[in-house]
């Protein structure tokens, strides 16, 4: 293996929505970071089998701040 190409793997620490946490190795952030999930399998509705939105920082309105109308002109 080649020296110095590969990045640090190392310990974080993972918080589930509920509050709950683990102890994990990953190449995410550095030694000792905290990785907050904002849908684990305690929340998403492949796991959970409810439909429910998630709005996660609306996405939707920072799309339309960004492009706008674009296609929505009203047609004449």
């Known amino acids: 293996m080649k020296q110095g190409i590969h990045p640090d793997y190392h310990d974080l620490t993972v918080v ?18 905290t990785l907050r999930l ?3 399998q305690k929340t998403h ?9 998630v709005d996660r920082g609306g996405r ?11 296609g929505l002109a009203a047609k004449k």
């Open 45 to 53: 509705p492949a796991w959970t089998g409810v439909n429910k939105i």
């Open 16 to 33: 589930m929505t509920d509050g709950s946490s683990f102890k994990t190795r990953s190449t995410y952030g550095q030694a000792g970071a």
């Open 60 to 70: 939707m309105s920072r799309f339309k701040e960004k492009f706008g109308n674009i």
């Open 38 to 40: 904002d849908i684990d």
